[in-house]
Every structure is written in structure tokens, then in C-alpha cells.
Nanobody, 124 residues
Framework: QVQLVESGGGQVQAGDSLRLSCAASGRTFSSIVMGWFRQAPGKEREFVAAIRWSGGSTYYADSVKGRFTISRDKFKNLVYLQMNSLKPEDTAVYYC?????????????????WGQGTQVTVSS
């Protein structure tokens, strides 16, 4: 089992920045992809970004490309989501997820482990 715990959410103004963290613990795998997803009220869960744990390559949704940056600290077992130039439409619960393998899956059903989520609210 892999345990994921998100932190760093909050309420900010449009244009502000926020950094989310995801602490990973438990079983380790030789190949794993860490992802961030979000879900706004009344909307479906949406892929945001993903990173390969071993090599560090990344993949982003078009809606956040150029504004959000995913990164990881292999020594601390942390994954970050740096969010800049936040917009009201970024308001959602943000979830950290993990899947075994190296494929950048954008479908949440392909992820094996999930955190409990952290709320991000962006006001105009």
C-alpha cells in the first residue's frame, strides 16, 4: 500500500500563487507515476499534471500548462504542485494520486492510490 497525504490548499485571490504538497509513504515501486487531479463542485474529476518518479519527466493538462509546475523531492518522498497565476476556474479539491508504471495516464481510474484531497479556492 501507498499512503498519500496532501497539504497546502487554501483560499487566495486571482493571480496569486499556491504550492500543494503530497507526502508519500508505504510501499515503494521501481516505476511509479505521481499525478495531480482536481474536482470542482458539479464537475467530473480532471487531470492536472503528472511526473515520473524516477526520471522526473512531466506532463500537463492544457488548461494549466505554463502556470502550474509539478516536481518531486525523492529524498523527502514529496510531490509538489506549484500553481501560479491562479484563476477562479482553478477552484477545486485537488487530489494526489499514484500509479505503478511509467505511463502518463490522464484517466483517474488508472491510478492505484489516492490522497484525501485539499481544497483550493480562488476568488476574483
Amino acid at each position: 500500500q501507498v499512503q498519500l497525504v496532501e497539504s497546502g490548499g487554501g483560499q487566495v485571490q486571482a493571480g496569486d500563487s499556491l504550492r500543494l504538497s503530497c507526502a508519500a509513504s508505504g510501499r515503494t515501486f521501481s516505476s511509479i507515476v505521481m499525478g495531480w487531479f482536481r474536482q470542482a463542485p458539479g464537475k467530473e474529476r480532471e487531470f492536472v499534471a503528472a511526473i515520473r518518479w524516477s526520471g522526473g519527466s512531466t506532463y500537463y493538462a492544457d488548461s494549466v500548462k505554463g502556470r502550474f509546475t509539478i516536481s518531486r523531492d525523492k529524498f523527502k518522498n514529496l510531490v509538489y504542485l506549484q500553481m501560479n497565476s491562479l484563476k477562479p476556474e482553478d477552484t477545486a479539491v485537488y487530489y494526489c494520486a499514484a500509479r505503478r508504471g511509467t505511463y502518463f495516464a490522464i484517466n483517474g481510474d488508472e491510478y492505484d492510490y489516492w490522497g484525501q484531497g485539499t481544497q483550493v479556492t480562488v476568488s476574483s
